[in-house]
């Protein structure tokens, strides 16, 4: 038997070195699936205006420096899910075909602190919040009941409802650009919200993802996000919405810098970003379970999960040191995984260096820095309604008893429209209004402490259990 024919055959085991020629395609392959998922809610977020300001939270600057440190930190969070640290009885990173990228999850309640306090309150709270993504790591077992799909679909609507009508604004060309018009500027950003050019790039990027994802097979299905902003792209450089001189006066090389942007520390924006924790761990159990599931025929070990959740934090506490946000498993990837079986860690880490080298180099971050809104807005919209659907997929899952029903009358009834009306959060008192202040937040809060009031039966906690089993398989197998 030839040494390529054994090569070849090491993709499909956990260890091994296959030649770089077999494994670097693979490891591009995770990229490429990713690569602007991992970057979108950097972009989003960046974008973000200050209150009363109509001045995005970013400056052009530090949005470039974001970018670069959010491939960074993935690479490096990647590696150490990969190859974990051992400390004692308990290891960061499951040792897994797992790779890591910037949740979304976190990006509504950030808009929310961003808008009021600033950047560096931000990357404070995904800094000291991830502790409880620790403590979550160390006590896996006892807490994984009060988690039960139910809780997670609604907090997964919440931020789906939330997060549609960003994309629908930077589809029509960004917080800024929307915050113009709204205080009736007669100038060229105000002007330039939902003007034809905006919604032509937009609707372009909208239309080659889903005739991709229609249509379309093998790498050109899974990298449909990917060729629609290139197509977005090319058509804004077209159009003269673009802006070359950031890319030709950043750097080709530098490396990232620490606490570029300083964090700040406020109590309230800590408390919303911890609840947050909860769901991004809950969320990487969810895909390492699906690919020991799919990959291997299993349940993941105890260990394996709790590894998985540390490094969640680990490299989540890293990122916000690298002035950038949390960090969580990626589920297409995960996808890649569960559909191929090539589950060898070299493979993954080959595509974590190329993150990882990216991040090395300023210039490619300028290029996504200056990418039009309406460009990513064409991409995000059904991304965003994905999650909302996935959450009601979940709930659909546990059933529409009585109990569950309840729960979810109380959840949306009372934290959610609480939460959207902002004259009356204001009026409650200051004690509670942080419950209140973000309704992600208090959604997750609600439904979590009612999951324990309210008991599920026996039959419940089995449809529960399968609901979990069979949802994140179905889900890696997409």
């Not at 924790?277 to 390492?288: D, H, K």
Request: aromatic content about 8%.
């Amino acid at each position: 038997m030839s040494d390529k024919t054994d090569g070849r055959k090491l993709v499909y085991q956990l260890n091994g070195k296959p030649p770089l020629q077999v494994a670097l395609p693979l490891g591009l392959q995770h990229v490429l699936s990713m690569f602007i998922g991992n970057l979108a809610p950097v972009l989003v977020l960046s974008g973000i205006v200050a209150s009363g300001t109509g001045v995005a939270i970013a400056t052009p600057e530090q949005r470039m420096i974001m970018i670069q440190c959010c491939m960074f930190a993935s690479g490096m969070t990647t590696f150490l899910q990969l190859y974990p640290i051992k400390i004692g009885s308990y290891q960061i990173g499951a040792g897994m075909p797992i790779v890591m990228g910037t949740s979304f999850a976190f990006v509504p309640t950030m808009a929310t602190i961003g808008a009021e306090f600033g950047l560096s309150v931000v990357l404070g709270a995904a800094l000291a919040g991830a502790v409880v993504e620790v403590l979550m790591g160390f006590f896996i077992k006892p807490l994984r009941r009060f988690f039960p799909p139910l809780v997670i679909g609604a907090v997964l609507m919440t931020i789906g409802m939330h997060l549609l009508p960003v994309g629908v604004q930077y589809f029509a060309g960004g917080a800024a650009a929307e915050a113009a018009a709204k205080a009736g500027l007669n100038n060229a950003l105000a002007a330039s919200y939902a003007s034809w050019q905006n919604l032509l790039i937009g609707g372009s990027v909208f239309l080659v993802i889903v005739l991709l994802q229609r249509f379309a097979k093998g790498m050109f299905k899974i990298s449909s996000i990917l060729l629609g902003i290139l197509v977005g792209y090319i058509l804004a450089i077209v159009l003269g919405q673009v802006n070359f001189q950031q890319i030709s006066d950043a750097k080709a090389f530098a490396l990232p810098i620490p606490f570029f942007i300083a964090p700040e520390f406020r109590v309230e924006a800590i408390l919303s970003i911890a609840a947050l924790y909860i769901v991004s761990g809950l969320e990487t159990m969810g895909n390492i379970n699906g690919i020991t599931i799919a990959a291997f025929d299993r349940e993941s070990s105890a260990k394996e999960m709790s590894g998985a959740v540390m490094a969640d934090a680990a490299g989540s506490m890293f990122a916000a040191l690298f002035n950038t946000l949390p960090n969580t498993a990626f589920g297409q990837n995960a996808g890649i995984v569960a559909m191929t079986k090539v589950v060898n860690k070299f493979c993954i880490a080959t595509g974590a260096a190329v993150l990882v080298i990216a991040g090395l180099s300023p210039k490619i971050g300028a290029v996504f820095s200056v990418m039009p809104s309406s460009v990513l807005g064409g991409a995000v919209v059904t991304v965003f309604a994905m999650i909302m659907l996935n959450g009601m997929k979940l709930i659909a899952k546990a059933g529409f008893s009585d109990r569950n029903l309840l729960i979810l009358a109380i959840t949306f009834g009372v934290a959610y429209a609480i939460g959207e009306n902002k004259v009356l959060v204001a009026h409650l008192p200051e004690a509670i209004q942080f419950l209140f202040k973000d309704t992600t937040v208090s959604v997750c809060v609600f439904s979590i402490v009612l999951n324990i009031v309210f008991p599920p039966s026996e039959e419940e906690k089995v449809r529960m259990k399968t609901a979990v089993e069979e949802a994140t398989v179905e889900d890696l197998k997409r």
